[in-house]
């Protein structure tokens, strides 16, 4: 018999935990470390919202589908919009009844937009689909920069140009793979800020459980999920990145570089020091997340294919958020989308918004 409880995230066990993480492992896309129970006990250390819904038949977790509680029945991701890959985390070829969950959580929508596509156990509920970019590192590092090179990647060799000509105007390089530097993470979030302030995007590092939970990640305990790298000529910090990362994947999540040395494309040189280090530590596979930015589509090896919708259990409610969602995907595909462009990303900043506070 199928039995779904509801617990705090901070009440998860040491054998919820394993069991969590062998459901996990079974699956290359759920080795994310946004599929791991790690990234939710963090951010449940700053936010008291975050539950899980264990899903057990005859005493054996085979399911779990974790999410932050909000108001009027609404769930959302565990981190809310900075998740870049989330849904349910089910055993293999299990049956999971979305519907029943929600409703034993007292949940009555949830609303995605990265969810992996292959081995998803809820395809039925996905509206459309699009493509997160990542980096294949199984073969090393060297091969991965011989690809790179065969298939005319124009920004990784001219990243690899700006690192010589850094090192020579500048100085040799410093990188650091995990750093706890309290200095480098407030130039983290000075420049974050601004580059979200200057290109017109909400300011999420206003939010003082955010900083909270990046600063939570920048410890150098084994079982934090952060990954806080950083890029130094002397004593000149360059670039930082705050990533997430488990035992065979790193996740790109909050980068940025010291606007004063722009020219030489610290953040990019960062990215490739990163990816030389985790491939001689074992990582399998780095992550980018969705986005349209041009270093994606220069330095991936391949694309996830990702879910965007709704398990939705108003009836009404649910047909006028699928009816919104396909308007805007008409206008985006449309040849009114300049004049659209401003209202649209008004009402993504409201939504946003809401999803932050």
């Given at each position: 018999?199928?039995?779904v409880?509801?617990?705090?995230?901070?009440?998860?066990?040491?054998d919820?935990?394993?069991?969590?993480?062998?459901?996990?492992?079974?699956?290359?896309?759920?080795?994310?470390?946004?599929?791991?129970?790690e990234?939710?006990?963090?951010?449940?250390?700053?936010?008291?919202?975050?539950?899980?819904?264990?899903?057990?038949?005859?005493?054996?977790?085979?399911?779990?589908?974790?999410f932050?509680?909000?108001?009027?029945?609404?769930?959302?991701?565990?981190?809310?919009?900075?998740?870049?890959?989330?849904?349910?985390?089910?055993?293999?070829?299990?049956?999971?009844?979305?519907?029943?969950?929600?409703?034993?959580?007292?949940l009555?929508?949830?609303?995605?937009?990265?969810?992996?596509?292959?081995?998803?156990?809820?395809?039925?509920?996905?509206?459309?689909?699009?493509?997160?970019?990542?980096?294949?590192?199984?073969n090393?590092?060297?091969?991965?920069?011989?690809?790179?090179?065969?298939?005319?990647?124009?920004?990784?060799?001219?990243?690899?140009?700006?690192?010589?000509k850094a090192?020579k105007?500048i100085?040799?390089?410093?990188f650091?793979?995990?750093?706890n530097?309290?200095?480098?993470?407030?130039?983290?979030?000075?420049?974050?800020?601004?580059?979200h302030?200057?290109?017109?995007?909400?300011?999420?590092?206003?939010?003082?459980?955010?900083?909270?939970?990046?600063?939570?990640?920048?410890?150098?305990d084994?079982?934090?999920?952060?990954?806080?790298?950083?890029?130094?000529?002397?004593?000149?910090?360059?670039?930082?990145?705050?990533?997430l990362?488990?035992?065979?994947?790193?996740?790109?999540?909050?980068?940025t570089?010291?606007?004063a040395?722009?020219?030489y494309?610290?953040?990019?040189?960062?990215?490739?020091?990163?990816l030389?280090?985790?491939?001689?530590?074992?990582i399998?596979?780095?992550?980018?997340?969705?986005?349209?930015?041009?270093?994606?589509?220069?330095?991936?090896?391949?694309?996830?294919a990702?879910?965007?919708?709704?398990?939705?259990?108003r009836?009404?409610?649910?047909?006028l958020?699928?009816?919104?969602?396909?308007?805007k995907?008409?206008?985006?595909?449309?040849?009114?989308?300049?004049?659209?462009?401003?209202?649209?990303?008004?009402?993504?900043?409201?939504?946003?918004?809401?999803?932050?506070?």
């Amino acid at each position: 018999m199928t039995n779904v409880r509801i617990i705090a995230a901070k009440d998860l066990t040491p054998d919820l935990v394993s069991q969590w993480k062998a459901i996990a492992s079974d699956d290359r896309y759920l080795q994310s470390p946004f599929f791991q129970p790690e990234f939710t006990q963090t951010v449940a250390q700053v936010r008291d919202d975050v539950e899980i819904a264990l899903v057990e038949s005859a005493g054996e977790l085979t399911g779990l589908f974790p999410f932050q509680r909000a108001s009027n029945g609404l769930a959302r991701n565990v981190s809310s919009r900075l998740s870049e890959f989330h849904g349910p985390i089910v055993r293999r070829d299990y049956d999971f009844d979305t519907a029943k969950v929600m409703r034993a959580a007292g949940l009555t929508w949830w609303q995605f937009d990265h969810l992996p596509m292959v081995g998803s156990p809820i395809p039925h509920h996905v509206w459309g689909t699009s493509t997160s970019p990542f980096v294949d590192l199984s073969n090393g590092y060297e091969n991965y920069l011989a690809g790179r090179k065969a298939a005319n990647a124009s920004t990784v060799s001219e990243t690899l140009r700006k690192t010589r000509k850094a090192e020579k105007e500048i100085g040799p390089l410093r990188f650091e793979y995990h750093s706890n530097c309290r200095i480098a993470l407030e130039s983290l979030i000075k420049w974050k800020d601004a580059q979200h302030d200057r290109t017109g995007r909400l300011r999420v590092l206003k939010y003082e459980w955010l900083v909270e939970l990046m600063r939570n990640m920048t410890t150098t305990d084994a079982d934090s999920p952060g990954l806080f790298s950083t890029l130094h000529a002397g004593d000149q910090l360059l670039a930082v990145h705050l990533g997430l990362q488990t035992e065979s994947v790193i996740h790109l999540w909050f980068p940025t570089y010291n606007p004063a040395f722009e020219k030489y494309s610290p953040g990019l040189i960062l990215l490739l020091r990163l990816l030389e280090e985790g491939a001689r530590r074992g990582i399998q596979r780095v992550d980018f997340g969705k986005g349209k930015e041009r270093y994606k589509g220069s330095f991936k090896t391949g694309d996830i294919a990702i879910g965007e919708g709704a398990v939705d259990l108003r009836l009404v409610s649910g047909r006028l958020r699928k009816g919104w969602y396909e308007t805007k995907r008409w206008f985006r595909q449309s040849l009114l989308q300049k004049q659209f462009d401003r209202p649209m990303e008004l009402c993504r900043r409201f939504r946003q918004k809401l999803a932050f506070d």
